[in-house]
């Protein structure tokens, strides 16, 4: 590795072989100079011992010094990514580059070119510069430095372009989390899919004995936004998404992570960076960079643009203090410029187009050899794992089977056991019963002795019956004979009956025959006397009487029985109306509970919607999508687009 503490070590010429060298070349001069002068090696021991030990301290301290000469400084960096934080040790004099490719190589990344360092300098973000010094940043000077490991540049199709797991992975966790940070406009249906692919890649194979109601309490799956916008509890979102869920059985981590991406590429604001801006007139729009090209939008719609210029189109890009200048490739036309805030800002967007632009041509051109070999190695490795997930997958059968199996044998023991146990209880009853049939048998038999008794006693109070039956059929008899003389008597009492009554209506008769005579005695003499007068006023007070009180009772009658008639239909029509009401309110209330399963729309509150919920309904109800929007506008000419753009 660059910049290696160790390194300066090896190559120093003052390092401990030196010393060894030293120390030989010192005991060597010395033999020679004892084999010259013809004296003996051990006859100067002291003066050899301490020429050793100068020269070994000598190299000691040399080796010190240098090593404490090429030691280089460092300073802590820690890098954040989606899931995950490191610590580095760098040196000092490291570039971006440098600290870039080790967090790549932590990481096992090689399909670098979509990534960054991102960092916040004042509010605003700027990203790590690959050729220059990391400690030359804008950076908090403050150890840990932090950076953000993230997606700087986006894939236009992440299914063919994503090659690694990992890369697909981090690319997922940031797309994810935009979208539930609302950076992201996403709508509810869409949003309800998308965490139905979260959950899947989490927790695999939706499973109801172990996913139970509940598990995705926890889980923040969906945006505020979405579940402000309607009156649904948790527990209905969670019952939305698990529909959803079940039905992605079969996928692998990797399978759910890539259909997330296939869908949130194509939303508005997938990977698009937004930038306030002015043209020539002044006018307030926000510019748009993506893996597509440069987009112009109202303030007030991110989701639409007005205007866009596809990469193809661009011939060159460049910036003078706040002033952006865009030249199309077209070189009759003329360039077009506009004003951004900050002179930051202009590098950053700068950065953004030469990446984009430079990927944009290069997925139109042919594969490197190391796109295509990383390409071939995840073939490979996609293969392999779809080898072992069907493995897997057999294996995981074969257990499930065996498990049946094993439950069915260990249910069938149960069962046996079940009817062993009851066998012998039924055999424990069997000799229960035996044994209560012999009490009863000879319970039986004290009886029918018993009986036998009560048998003979029976006769004879049956002869004392007989004897008794005698006597009281000779009561009879003199009964019947009194009840006949009763009936005789009666008869004579109903024929003198008879008879005083007829001698009653003869009577009657004769004392009606004297009346009758008594009234033509009267009327006779009434007409000697007064005739005329008092004839008049007797016919008026024998007639006057009997017509006024039949007619009072029967207006009477007439009137409580219309009253009483009127009184119960009213009753009757109420207690009608009421069911009618009842019924009419339990079929609506049925159809708003059929409508609540069925259709979520039902649920939203209208009042709550944003300004992108209402242009996303008028883009769909329009049948615009993010490609085709696009599409459209570019068939203009590049020439109309730009004075299109300097007018807006």
């Not at 402000?228 to 998404?241: A, D, F, H, S």
């Not at 259909?259 to 949130?264: M, R």
Request: proline fraction near 3%; aromatic fraction near 6%; hydrophobic fraction near 35%.
């Amino acid at each position: 590795m660059r910049g290696d503490p160790r390194g300066g070590g090896r190559d120093d010429p003052s390092s401990e072989p030196i010393a060894s060298r030293c120390s030989e070349a010192g005991l060597g001069a010395a033999r020679s100079r004892c084999r010259r002068h013809g004296a003996a090696p051990a006859a100067r021991p002291p003066a050899l011992s301490a020429s050793h030990a100068m020269a070994g301290a000598i190299a000691s301290r040399m080796s010190f010094s240098s090593l404490k000469r090429k030691q280089p400084k460092t300073f802590t960096v820690r890098i954040v990514t989606m899931d995950a934080e490191m610590e580095f040790s760098c040196e000092v004099k490291w570039k971006g580059k440098d600290l870039f490719d080790l967090v790549c190589r932590t990481l096992g990344l090689r399909e670098t070119w979509f990534f960054g360092l991102q960092y916040t300098i004042k509010d605003t973000v700027a990203w790590l510069k690959m050729d220059k010094k990391v400690l030359d940043h804008d950076v908090p000077t403050e150890e840990p430095v932090t950076f953000h490991f993230l997606a700087k540049f986006y894939p236009e199709n992440a299914e063919e372009e994503l090659v690694q797991e990992i890369t697909q992975h981090l690319f997922f966790l940031q797309v994810k989390k935009q979208i539930l940070d609302e950076k992201i406009y996403c709508p509810p249906e869409a949003s309800v899919l998308l965490a139905s692919y979260a959950v899947q890649a989490k927790y695999g194979d939706y499973d109801p004995n172990v996913h139970k109601r509940g598990f995705l309490a926890q889980e923040e799956l969906l945006p505020k936004r979405v579940i402000n916008l309607y009156q649904m509890t948790p527990e209905m979102w969670e019952e939305r998404i698990t529909a959803w869920y079940a039905e992605h059985r079969g996928r692998a981590r990797d399978e759910a992570e890539m259909e997330y991406l296939k869908i949130a590429q194509d939303l508005e604001m997938y990977g698009v960076n937004y930038f306030a801006i002015r043209n020539k007139k002044g006018t307030e729009l926000l510019l748009g960079v993506d893996a597509l090209g440069l987009h112009i939008y109202d303030p007030d719609n991110r989701l639409t643009p007005k205007i866009s210029f596809p990469w193809n189109e661009i011939r060159n890009i460049s910036y003078s203090d706040k002033e952006f200048t865009i030249k199309p490739l077209d070189k009759k036309i003329d360039v077009f410029k506009f004003n951004s805030s900050k002179l930051r800002v202009n590098k950053l967007i700068l950065q953004l187009c030469i990446g984009n632009h430079d990927l944009f041509m290069r997925r139109r051109k042919a594969d490197s050899l190391e796109v295509q070999q990383m390409k071939a190695q995840a073939r490979e490795e996609k293969a392999r794992k779809q080898m072992e997930r069907q493995r897997l997958a057999r294996e995981k059968q074969m257990r499930e089977e065996a498990e049946r199996t094993r439950d069915e044998l260990e249910r069938r023991l149960m069962q046996l056991k079940e009817e062993a146990t009851m066998a012998n209880e039924a055999l424990m009853r069997s000799e229960e019963t035996a044994d209560l049939l012999a009490e009863k048998a000879q319970i039986t038999e004290e009886e029918a002795k018993l009986l036998a008794q009560k048998a003979a006693e029976a006769e004879q109070e049956m002869q004392r019956i007989k004897a008794t039956a005698i006597r009281t059929e000779e009561e009879k008899r003199l009964m019947e004979q009194k009840v006949l003389e009763a009936e005789m008597l009666a008869l004579k009492m109903a024929e003198e009956s008879e008879r005083r009554a007829k001698e009653a209506d003869q009577l009657k008769q004769d004392l009606q025959e004297a009346r009758e005579s008594e009234r033509r005695a009267k009327q006779k003499l009434l007409e000697i006397t007064s005739k005329s007068s008092y004839t008049q006023s007797m016919n008026s007070s024998t007639t006057a009487l009997p017509t006024d009180l039949p007619s009072f009772n029967l207006i009477s009658e007439s009137l409580s029985f219309d009253f009483k008639d009127t009184d119960m239909k009213r009753l009757s029509m109420e207690i009608e109306k009421e069911k009618v009401e009842y019924m009419e309110k339990s079929k609506h209330l049925q159809e708003q509970l059929n409508e609540l399963k069925t259709e979520i729309e039902a649920l939203k509150l209208k009042e709550r919607e944003t300004a992108l919920d209402i242009l996303h309904n008028e883009n769909a109800s329009r049948g615009n999508s993010k490609h085709n929007t696009i599409k459209k506008l570019t068939l203009q000419s590049t020439k109309s687009r730009v004075a299109f753009f300097e007018e807006l």
